[in-house]
Structures are given as C-alpha cells and as structure tokens.
C-alpha cells in the first residue's frame, strides 16, 4: 500500500466538529480495510472505527456512536472521520490504519486536542 498520510487535525472547542483524512499512496487503496484509532496521553493506542474495502460496512467504538462517521473514497486513495460534538476525551494522536491479509500499515498521526 506503501504511505499513509494524515491530516486535519488540530485545537478545537468541545461541542465543535474536525474531519480527518487519510491519503494514501498505491493502486490498491481498495483492497485495503481501513481504520482509525487513537492515542491519549499516557494511553495504549484505541480503535476507533473501520470501514470495509467497498465502503458498506463501518463499525465504532460505543464512545463514538453517533459522533463519528468513517468514510472513504476509492477514486481518491482516501479515508476520512468526520468527528461531530467533539468531547476533551477526545483528544489525542489519530492514527490511520491500512490491512490487507497480514500487511499492516500505519501513518504517522494528527493531534486532535478538544478544549473544555
């Protein structure tokens, strides 16, 4: 798949709304299941959301439900998370993540910091 990129992160107001987005490098970006986690400060790295390769099927962490929604864009190469009534735990690294079979890639994250 080779580079994920994130972006669109940043300082935001709690009650405010951010989308991320993930552009990858390839030709195979539709092959590839797609998610986003997350990492707090002094926190393991959480899963977020996933969407299915055609896009159909999406699945969230409960904190999220009803909050997030994970896209994505085949023609374009791109995942995005668009992140609505956002909360203080919100706030960390978000990390977009590619699989296929046993290939694993990450991207290097986007702070997302939600101030009370």
């Known amino acids: 798949q080779g580079q994920l990129v994130e972006s669109g992160g940043g300082l935001v107001q709690a009650g405010g709304s951010l989308t991320l987005s993930c552009a990858a490098s390839?030709?195979?970006?539709?092959?590839?299941?797609m998610a986003w986690y997350r990492q707090a400060p002094g926190k393991e790295r959480e899963f977020v959301a996933t969407?299915?390769?055609?896009?159909?099927?999406?699945t969230y962490t409960d904190s999220v439900k009803g909050r997030f929604t994970i896209s994505r864009d085949n023609a374009k190469n791109t995942v995005y998370l668009q992140m609505n009534n956002l909360k203080p735990e919100d706030t960390g690294v978000y990390y977009c993540?590619?699989?296929?079979?046993?290939?694993?890639?990450w991207g290097q994250g986007t702070q997302v910091t939600v101030s009370s």
């Open positions: 993540k590619a699989t296929f079979g046993s290939n694993v890639y």
């Open positions: 390839g030709r195979t970006f539709s092959s590839y299941t």
């Open positions: 969407i299915a390769r055609s896009g159909g099927s999406t």
